[in-house]
Every structure is written in structure tokens, then in C-alpha cells.
């Protein structure tokens, strides 16, 4: 019975000294890294107690949000460098960065998760190349604005030619045929009476009508 308890109580004091330490905090200098292509990024992986005999493991994720299963641990080797400048401080360097190197770095001391460094490589651009972008980019705005011009155009001049064909339809004619009047010549003798009676004879001035 004394062996049994003397082998619980090793076997719990033993997974104590294994276990994380809750008070120990890690942090990441720096929080943020932006590089161009070709540069050497240092990370560094702090904690607030002197870890002599803690490994350090780096992981590389794409967000912050990724799973810890998902991260991809680092492997030592001629780009990725592991070294430490003192029992509290850890780095990782990274020489000669590329476009594909970016992502969140994390690092891991006795199980405890760093908070991570996002890592964003760019491209270098030269400044012929940065002129003829944006020589590009004015183009096209100027582009857009004359395509832009010319659909609000061909609306109005629509819409003109519509308004023109609507008054052509309503338009009243130029001659009024409703009512033409009758040539005496066409009507006979019974229906009017002689024109000649009423007419005044030249030269007879002070002559009175014929119905005076």
C-alpha cells in the first residue's frame, strides 16, 4: 500500500515538472515584418522566465485563424536558422526571402504558443516599371470616361429621335382640306341666279344697286 502511494505521488509530481508553466508568457518581436524579396527577416520569440533547457519549434501558418494542426512546422536547414541570444530570447532567421515565404510565424516553447509575426514579402519594382503602370492606370480611366460619355450620348440622341417621331405623328397638315369652296362655274343656272344683274358697269358712277 506505501509503494502505491509513493508511486501516485511520483507520478504526480512528475507530471508537474512536465507541465507548462501557466505563469510563463511568450511573446514575438516584432508583431509585423514587411520586406522586399531577397532580405534577411530576423524573428525573435521571448519569454518572461529563463528557459536554459526549452526547445523552440517554429511553425508557419497562412492566417492567424488557422488550426494548430494545420501549421506547418520548420525544419533547420541552410535558409531557415535556429539560435539564441540569451536563456530568454529565441530567433529565427530566415535568409533570402521570397514571394512564397510570407505567412504567420509562430513559435513554441514547452507548448506554449508564441502569438505569432505575419511575415509579408513584395516584389521590388524598378521606377520605368512604376511609370508605365501608372501610365496604364491613367489610360484606362481615360478609357472609361470617354466609353462612359459616349452611352450617355447615344441615350440623349435616342431619346431625341423618339420625341421627334411623336411630334412628326401628332403634326397638323400644312393645307387644310376640310372645306374647299364650289367654283360657280360648276353650279347651273338653277341654283344661282345671274351675277351679271348685280355687277356695276364701268363708268356709271352714283348708279344704285338693283336691290337699293
Known amino acids: 500500500m ?33 520586406v522586399k524579396t531577397r532580405r534577411n527577416v530576423t524573428i525573435g520569440c521571448l519569454s518572461t522566465q529563463d528557459l ?25 536547414d541552410q535558409k531557415f536558422k535556429f539560435f539564441n541570444s540569451n536563456p530568454r530570447m529565441k530567433f529565427l532567421f530566415i535568409s533570402g526571402v521570397r ?7 509562430f ?11 505575419v511575415l509579408e514579402v ?15 492606370k491613367d489610360g484606362l480611366i481615360i478609357l472609361q470616361g470617354l466609353v462612359l460619355a459616349g452611352c450617355i450620348a447615344a441615350i440623349l440622341l435616342r431619346r431625341r429621335q423618339l420625341l421627334e417621331k411623336n411630334d412628326s405623328i401628332y403634326e ?12 360657280i362655274e360648276t353650279c347651273g ?5 345671274e351675277l351679271s344683274v348685280y355687277a356695276q358697269a364701268d363708268g356709271a358712277e352714283g348708279a344704285e ?4
Open 122 to 136: 513584395i516584389r521590388p519594382i524598378g521606377l520605368p516599371q512604376a511609370l508605365h503602370r501608372t501610365n496604364m
Open 172 to 183: 397638323e397638315p400644312d393645307t387644310d382640306h376640310i372645306y374647299e369652296g364650289l367654283a
Open 2 to 34: 506505501c509503494w502505491l502511494l509513493a508511486g501516485c505521488c511520483g507520478l504526480a509530481l512528475i507530471s508537474i515538472s512536465v507541465a507548462p508553466d501557466p505563469a510563463v508568457q511568450i511573446t514575438q518581436r516584432p508583431r509585423f515584418y514587411g
Open 107 to 117: 513559435c513554441k516553447l514547452n507548448d506554449i504558443w508564441g502569438p505569432g509575426t
Open 99 to 105: 514571394i512564397e515565404d510570407r505567412g504567420v510565424y
Open 209 to 212: 344697286a338693283p336691290w337699293e
Open 189 to 193: 343656272g338653277d341654283l344661282y341666279e
Open 52 to 76: 536554459l533547457s526549452a526547445k523552440v519549434q517554429w511553425y508557419k501558418a497562412d492566417t492567424y485563424d488557422e488550426a494548430v494542426l494545420n501549421r506547418a512546422k520548420i525544419e533547420e
